[in-house]
Nanobody, 125 residues
Framework: QVQLLESGGGLVQAGGSLRLACAVSGSTFSNYAMGWFRRAPGKEREFVAALSWSGSSTFYADSVKGRFTISRDNAKNTVYLQMTSLKPEDTAVYYC??????????????????WGQGTQVTVSS
């Protein structure tokens, strides 16, 4: 059973930075594509960023491109989301996800089989 545990969320002022981490256990981490999604209050879950299983390809939502960076450390079984220049509209619960797929769309949430519980990010204006 693959388990994902997010950490690093919190309250930050607009313009600030946070780094989220997602520790993966229960399977071979390097086999999985990893993604970050978020759900803001009253809104549907949306794609934020993803990283291919090899780490060679990254994908970002237009709303975070240039501000967020996804990376993975296979030795630590952990994927990170470095968030800079945070805006109030980035306020959401952020979820880490793992998928065993190869190729195709990384933006599609249902392609990811495993999900974490989420971590709250609140950006004050």
């Amino acid at each position: 059973q693959v388990q994902l545990l997010e950490s690093g969320g919190g309250l930050v002022q607009a313009g600030g930075s946070l780094r989220l981490a997602c520790a993966v256990s229960g399977s071979t981490f390097s086999n999985y594509a990893m993604g970050w999604f978020r759900r803001a209050p009253g809104k549907e879950r949306e794609f934020v960023a993803a990283l291919s299983w090899s780490g060679s390809s990254t994908f970002y939502a237009d709303s975070v491109k240039g501000r967020f960076t996804i990376s993975r450390d296979n030795a630590k079984n952990t994927v990170y989301l470095q968030m800079t220049s945070l805006k109030p509209e980035d306020t959401a619960v952020y979820y880490c996800a793992a998928g065993s797929f190869r190729g195709g769309s990384y933006y599609n949430g249902p392609r990811y089989e495993f999900w974490g519980q989420g971590t709250q990010v609140t950006v004050s204006s």
